[in-house]
Antibody
Framework: EVQLVETGGDLIQPGGSLRLSCAVS????????MTWVRQAPGKGLEWVSV???????HYADSVKGRFTISRDISENMLFLQMNNLRAEDTAMYYC????????????WGQGTLVTVSS | DIVLTQSPATLSLSPGERATLSCRAS??????LAWYQQKGGQAPRLLIY???NRATGIPARFSGSGSGTDFTLTISRLEPEDFAFYYC?????????FGQGTRLEIK
């Protein structure tokens, strides 16, 4: 059974850092595009970042230079390192699996909540 | 960035009726468009990928069509569990973008 479980969300002050983790079971992360998508309270979906099967990464302009996506193939995990957090980064963060080497996302975790506030 | 505009923002229908949701792209995305359903407090669920392909386990009452800049998600006969938010998403170009969503509510 495919499962993605996000952890690491917290209440953090502006300017702080946080590392989100996504534990994957039921498949191995390496052959797939893996992504982070966020959703601010009461708002729509916003794509954040993706790591392709070959390791190439892409970011939304809103997080470029502050967030870093990575994976640990041996541990079968996905990460999102978030630095210099801003109030507008407050959101539920979902990790998701791409269909093969594409960015259509067929399995999602339940999300982890990041709140940036003083 | 490719902007996706969904219409209507809210669609009020009754169970058993047909729902037609629209997604328009600011430039061609070829067929690289997906549709997701999201219910309150839950993660999104992939319904349709590459414009017209149903994802695994999605009922046949859901269908997608279109190419280029204009896309449609059709739900042939609404079931009570279909009332939710729906988002389109393009993967033609970076950055990946989502539409702002359509809320499908019970009339």
């Amino acid at each position: 059974e495919v499962q993605l479980v996000e952890t690491g969300g917290d209440l953090i002050q502006p300017g702080g850092s946080l590392r989100l983790s996504c534990a994957v079971s039921g498949f191995t992360v390496s052959p797939y595009y893996m992504t982070w998508v966020r959703q601010a309270p009461g708002k729509g979906l916003e794509w954040v970042s993706v790591i392709e099967d070959g390791g190439t990464t892409h970011y939304a302009d809103s997080v470029k230079g502050r967030f870093t996506i990575s994976r640990d193939i041996s541990e079968n995990m996905l990460f999102l390192q978030m630095n210099n957090l801003r109030a507008e980064d407050t959101a539920m963060y979902y990790c998701a699996k791409g269909r093969g080497r594409t960015s259509s996302y067929d399995f999602w975790g339940q999300g982890t909540l990041v709140t940036v506030s003083s | 960035d490719i902007v996706l505009t969904q219409s209507p923002a809210t669609l009020s229908l009754s169970p058993g009726e047909r729902a037609t949701l629209s997604c328009r792209a600011s430039q061609s995305v070829s067929i690289y468009l997906a549709w997701y359903q999201q219910k309150g407090g839950q993660a999104p669920r992939l319904l349709i990928y590459d414009a017209s392909n149903r994802a695994t386990g999605i009922p046949a009452r859901f269908s997608g069509s279109g190419s280029g800049t204009d896309f449609t998600l059709t739900i042939s006969r609404l079931e009570p569990e279909d009332f939710a938010f729906y988002y389109c998403q393009q993967r033609r170009d970076w950055p990946i973008t989502f539409g702002q969503g359509t809320r499908l509510e019970i009339k």
